[in-house]
């Protein structure tokens, strides 16, 4: 791909870079000309994406108010902010839920996104420009099974994204949010990978770069009057009426009482 050059002069900084979706939307960003900050809670990830691409690095648990409080100190003011850091692992029985649990969830994939976007936006404000763009999912509007933190979430991603918008439009911030679908963002053998694509009317799973692009999409000048909306990146998956035969958790797995 042709670099563009399209954000030479701006900085990105992109929340769970170190691997996946962020990594690949950190790498599309850097191509086309812009300063990366690529964070990371794993240091060693983000140290070794950043310096791939040309980045900075900065670790940081997005839960944490001082922890993100220090990365924006050091990283400075940022044009673009993309809110990718996120908790996919904690596939847990509604049954089986605890504090704990809910509490770590919550706090990195929403209370993460807020704390991020409120540092960003005290200077973007000041500046009158701006761009944030969250990450939801298809969970946001339709039920994953023992996804309930999950997908609650990501609900709440895409009324955060929404209401931000509206307070930040007056300073020229825009807000907005990317819904993946099924993608592949770790191995898994490509005979699994054929049949759950079978699933996605456009019969693959995506990848991270087909996430990326859409992402960038949202920051360019382009976008200048798209706020408040949320893009779907799912080959047609949301939009089809009929039960996926892809299930990860499946009712064998439900609490036996």
């Not at 990365?71 to 996919?88: S, T, Y």
Request: charged share 20%.
């Amino acid at each position: 791909m042709a670099a563009s050059q399209r954000f030479t002069g701006k900085a990105a900084l992109i929340t769970g870079a170190g691997h996946g979706i962020g990594r690949a939307v950190a790498e599309r960003f850097a191509l086309e000309g812009a300063r990366v900050i690529v964070n990371d809670v794993n240091a060693d990830r983000a140290a070794e994406v950043a310096r791939a691409i040309g980045g900075e690095a900065f670790a940081a648990d997005v839960s944490s108010k001082s922890q993100v409080d220090a990365m924006f100190d050091r990283a400075g003011a940022v044009d673009i902010l993309v809110n990718n850091a996120g908790n996919i692992y904690a596939v847990r029985h509604f049954l089986d839920g605890d504090e704990a649990w809910w509490d770590h969830v919550l706090g990195v994939n929403l209370k993460g996104a807020f704390l991020c976007s409120h540092r960003a936006a005290q200077s973007m404000a000041r500046r009158r420009s701006g761009v944030i763009i969250n990450m939801s999912s298809g969970g946001a509007t339709k039920a994953h099974r023992g996804n309930v933190a999950y997908d609650a979430s990501k609900g709440g991603i895409e009324a955060m994204t929404r209401a931000m918008a509206l307070d930040l439009a007056p300073y020229g911030v825009r807000v907005n949010a990317i819904v993946p679908g099924l993608i592949r963002t770790y191995e898994i053998p490509d005979d699994v990978a054929v049949e759950r694509g079978k699933v996605v009317p456009l019969g693959w799973l995506g990848s991270p770069e087909e996430v990326a692009g859409p992402t960038v999409f949202l920051a360019t000048d382009d976008a200048r009057y798209i706020t408040g909306t949320c893009l779907v990146v799912d080959g047609g998956v949301l939009v089809q009426q009929r039960s996926t035969p892809v299930d990860t958790f499946p009712l064998s797995r439900f609490p036996q009482l």
